[in-house]
C-alpha cells in the first residue's frame, strides 16, 4: 500500500497517497458522471420533478457542462499527472457551482438538489489540512446562502427558506468534518502499515541473511512440509536446486518421511543419511516454531562426514610424528630381519631341513607385511611431494586395468571400463596410481569374481570428473561406514587398514575427495577430481 508522508503539502503527488483515497476520488468522480446524467433526464422531466422549473435550456446546458467536465477529470485522475489535493480542490470547486446554479435553476433550496453537495464535503474531508476542509464547506456555505438570497429576492422572501439553508449548511460543516475525521485515521493506519511493513521487511532480510551466513545448512519448513527459505548451504549439501514452496520429498527422501514423524512427536532415527551424488552423510534436527509443530521447523542439516574429517584429523595430528619416527626405527631392524630370514632360508636349503625352510618362510612373508605397513605409514609424509598434470582417463585407465590384470593374475574381463566422453584430470600419476590400486584390490577381495564384477565409470560434470569404482559384492552397512577411512581399521586379518585412509589423503592433496557412496546392489566408491587444466 502506498501512503502519505507528508499530508499536508499541497503539491502530494500520487505515490505519497494511499491507494484508498485514489479509488475513492475515482468512484466520485463516476458518480458525478451519472449525476450530471440523471439531472439531464430530470430536467426532461421538470413537470414531475420539479415544482418551479423556468430556464430548462439552461438546466440542460449546465448538466452537459457538467457531465463533459467529469469526463475531463477522468484523464488526469487515471494518469495521476497532478497532485491528489489539487485535483480534490478542482472538483470541489466545479461541484460546488454546477451543483449550486442547478439547484437555483430547480426551484431553490426545495428541490432537494443541494443535498448533493453533502458528497463533495465529504470527498473533501480527505485533504489533508483541516482548514482546507473548513474553507471548503464554507464555500459551499456561501454558495447555498446566496444562492436563498437570490431566491428570496426574485420568488419567496420568507424565513423557511433560510432555514432550511442553514440546516444544509451544517449538514456540510458536519459531513466534511466527519468525513476529515475518519480520514486521518485512514491516514495514520496507513502510516502504521507502512512501518509495519517496512520493519517485516528489514526482519525478513536480516533473517535471509543470518540464515545464509550460518555455518550450518539450514531451511525453514512450514507446517505442510514445504521449504520457504533456505540458504546456499542446504543446496549444496543436499546437492538440489530449490525452486518457490518446494516440498522435503524434493530435497531427500529421508526428510519427507522423517518429517510427519516429527509432527507427530515421534522420535526420529539417530544415524545420518545419504544424499547427493558424492554420498555425503548428513544429520538432521528439526527445531520447531511453537510447542503444537503445526507452524513448521527449522530443519538444521550437519555434514557428519565433514565434521568425521576433522575429527580424525585432530585425532590424527597427534599421531602423525610418532607414527613416522616408529616408521623410520621400525625399517632398519627389520631389514636386517628380512637378510638374516634370507640367509637363514638358504642354510635350510643346503641343510635339506623342511622345518627350518618352513620357519623362514613365515619370518620372510610376516616381514614383508611389516614392510608394506613401514611404506604405506611413509607415504603418508609425502603426500605433498606431487606433480599434478594434465592426464586423459580414456587412454590410461585402460593400460592401468591391464597392469592391474597382470599383477593380481585375475580375468581381464572381470574389470568393465565405462568413460563417457574424453575426461582430462588434473592429477599426480602415482597418486592417482596408488588411489584405485587400493580401491580395485579391496574391490577384487569382495566381489563375486565373474566378467563384469568391477566397474570403472568416469563422467564429467560442471567443474568435476566423477571416477566410480563399484562392484558386486555386499555393501558396507550403515554402522561401518563413518569408519571406512580411519587409519588402522580393518574388517580384514591379513589388511593394514591404511589403504582407504592413505587413499583419500592423496586424494586431498590432488585437490580432489574420495566418498563412499551407497548403492543397493554392492559397493561403490567415488573419486572426485578436478577437471584440466592444473
Request: aromatic residues 8%.
Amino acid at each position: 500500500m502506498n501512503t502519505a508522508v507528508a499530508g499536508a503539502d499541497p503539491g502530494l503527488n500520487a505515490v505519497a497517497v494511499p491507494e484508498t483515497f485514489w479509488r475513492s476520488l475515482g468512484h466520485l468522480n463516476s458518480f458525478r458522471v451519472f449525476l450530471a446524467i440523471a439531472l439531464g433526464i430530470a430536467g426532461m422531466l421538470a413537470d414531475q420533478t420539479f415544482h418551479r422549473f423556468e430556464y430548462p435550456r439552461l438546466f440542460q446546458a449546465t448538466c452537459a457542462v457538467y457531465l463533459l467536465v467529469a469526463l475531463l477529470f477522468r484523464s488526469p485522475l487515471l494518469a495521476r499527472r497532478e497532485g491528489f489535493e489539487r485535483q480534490v480542490g478542482r472538483q470541489a470547486l466545479v461541484d460546488i457551482v454546477c451543483i449550486t446554479l442547478l439547484m437555483q435553476l430547480s426551484g431553490g433550496n426545495s428541490s432537494g438538489v443541494g443535498l448533493l453537495l453533502i458528497v463533495t464535503l465529504a470527498a473533501a474531508g480527505m485533504l489533508s489540512e483541516t482548514r482546507m476542509v473548513l474553507f471548503w464547506s464554507a464555500a459551499a456555505t456561501l454558495a447555498v446562502l446566496g444562492e436563498q438570497i437570490v431566491q428570496a429576492m426574485a420568488f419567496d422572501g420568507s424565513a423557511g427558506g433560510f432555514a432550511r439553508a442553514g440546516f444544509l449548511s451544517l449538514g456540510l460543516f458536519a459531513s466534511a468534518l466527519l468525513s476529515h475525521t475518519l480520514a486521518k485515521g485512514a491516514l495514520l493506519a496507513s502510516w502504521e502499515a507502512r512501518d509495519k511493513s517496512r520493519q517485516a521487511e528489514s526482519m525478513a532480510r536480516i533473517n535471509e541473511r543470518v540464515i545464509q551466513e550460518l555455518p550450518y545448512a539450514v531451511m525453514v519448513v512450514n507446517g505442510d512440509g514445504e521449504v520457504l527459505q533456505h540458504n546456499a548451504q542446504a543446496a549444496e549439501v543436499l546437492d538440489v536446486r530449490f525452486f518457490a514452496h518446494c516440498g522435503l520429498g524434493h530435497c531427500s527422501p529421508y526428510l519427507a518421511e522423517w518429517w510427519p514423524r516429527w509432527c507427530a512427536g515421534e522420535a526420529l532415527p539417530a544415524h545420518p543419511f545419504q544424499v547427493g551424488r558424492e554420498g555425503r552423510r548428513l544429520r538432521a534436527r528439526f527445531i520447531e516454531l511453537e510447542a503444537s509443530r503445526r507452524e513448521g521447523a527449522v530443519v538444521v542439516l550437519e555434514d557428519m562426514t565433514e565434521l568425521e574429517v576433522r575429527a580424525q584429523r585432530m585425532k590424527l595430528a597427534s599421531l602423525g610424528l610418532l607414527t613416522a619416527n616408529l616408521a623410520h626405527e621400525i625399517r632398519n631392524p627389520l631389514s636386517a630381519i628380512r637378510h638374516a630370514a634370507g640367509l637363514l632360508k638358504e642354510d635350510a636349503q643346503s641343510a635339506h631341513s623342511a622345518v627350518a625352510e618352513k620357519l623362514s618362510g613365515i619370518i620372510d612373508s610376516n616381514a614383508e607385511r611389516l614392510n608394506w605397513l613401514v611404506e604405506d605409514v611413509l607415504a603418508l609424509n609425502r603426500r605433498d611431494r606431487l606433480t599434478r598434470e594434465a592426464l586423459s582417463l580414456v587412454a590410461w585407465l585402460n593400460v592401468f586395468v591391464e597392469q592391474l590384470a597382470q599383477r593380481e593374475e585375475m580375468p581381464r574381463d572381470f574389470v568393465v571400463v565405462h568413460v563417457v566422453g574424453d575426461p582430462v584430470i588434473c592429477f599426480d600419476v602415482a597418486h592417482l596410481e596408488q588411489i584405485l590400486w587400493n580401491l580395485l584390490r579391496n574391490a577384487l577381495r569382495y566381489c563375486l569374481k565373474q566378467p563384469g564384477s568391477i566397474r570403472i565409470r568416469a563422467v564429467v560434470g560442471q567443474t568435476k570428473v566423477d571416477v566410480d569404482v563399484g562392484n558386486d559384492g555386499p555393501g558396507i552397512p550403515t554402522a561401518l561406514q563413518s569408519r571406512l577411512f580411519e587409519p588402522f581399521y580393518t574388517t580384514d586379518k591379513v589388511g593394514s587398514g591404511l589403504g582407504l585412509y592413505i587413499a583419500r589423503e592423496l586424494a586431498e592433496a590432488n585437490g580432489a575427495s574420495l566418498h563412499y557412496v551407497d548403492i543397493p546392489d554392492g559397493a561403490l566408491f567415488r573419486l572426485s577430481c578436478q577437471v584440466a587444466p592444473c
